[in-house]
């Protein structure tokens, strides 16, 4: 069962990413935008979708900091929606289970180096969690500098926060 929520749940946030990119222009797409540090939408995308691919395609050790970077997803629209069905379909046929190792490192120094055990399912709700921070700021950048782009109304919220949102704000709990 896990898995089908987890699948779902990515469909969901990587359909409101597919949404933005249709209603985005080329050029806002890749124009830096000051509240972005100066980075651009198709950037905070390219960081999200290498996430994923470096997860997925890794045999048994998992390097964040180290992944693919494919300037590709950042320039293209097309290439960056292509990548998140692509995505959806390895998760959908992946083995949850699978066993792996996290490297990380925590500093600027180059020795010191974090190993922790993992596996795939785990690192999965990671890779969903810090896609929704990264939808955060996207929608900052849209909000300040293109508002007449429409976005959903829980674009870059948690899952815990539009469950709270429906049953105290926007008043549409399941009864």
Partial sequence: ????????GLEDIFGRMTYLLNELTDEQYKTDLKILSEANIGQHYRHIIEYFLCLLNADTIVDYDNRKRDKTIENSKQTASEKLKEVIAQVKVSDFSKQLSLISNLSEEED???????????ELLFCI??????????????????????????????????????????????Q
């Fill in 112 to 122: 010191r180096v974090i190993e922790t055990k993992t596996n795939l399912q785990r």
């Fill in 1 to 8: 069962m896990s898995k089908e929520y987890i699948v779902s």
């Fill in 129 to 174: 969690e810090h896609a929704i921070h990264h939808m955060a700021q996207i929608k900052a950048g849209v909000y300040h500098h293109y508002p007449e782009v429409e976005l959903h109304e829980s674009f870059g919220l948690d899952f815990s926060t539009i469950r709270h949102h429906n049953v105290h704000i926007w008043g549409t709990a399941n």
